[in-house]
């Protein structure tokens, strides 16, 4: 609720016009994911640093990391994550998508070791 200014999965959800089942992080753009993987981590690293202890005691270390992280955003002036545009595509379609490019590539002979 930090990152996104108080709104909780179901605002998000209905503000990113997300179907039901759709899952919020499956239709993030790359700025959007970020964003929040940053979050993680660092919420993740405040956590073990300070020893929190309680659901309680980290949640709000959770609320306040977003709420950091948001300020950030804002500072450099970037765009607020409930207002970036979710993916046209889940990730689970852009897998398959690239596991289809890479199938035919192979069978072409022209797969590179690092894709």
């Not at 930090?2 to 990113?16: P, Q, S």
């Not at 660092?42 to 300020?71: M, P």
């Amino acid at each position: 609720m930090g990152l996104y200014g108080g709104l909780d999965v179901e605002d998000i959800h209905a503000r990113k016009e997300l179907e039901v089942g759709q899952k919020i992080l499956d239709y993030m753009g790359s700025t959007e994911l970020i964003a929040n993987l940053f979050r993680i981590s660092q919420t993740e690293e405040k956590l073990r640093k300070d020893k929190v202890q309680g659901a309680e005691s980290a949640t709000s270390v959770h609320y306040n990391v977003g709420k950091e992280v948001r300020t950030a955003i804002k500072k450099i002036g970037g765009t607020m994550p409930e207002d970036l545009p979710k993916s046209e595509k889940s990730i689970q379609q852009i897998e398959k998508e690239q596991i289809e490019r890479l199938k035919v590539k192979a069978k072409k002979g022209k797969i590179m070791l690092d894709e």
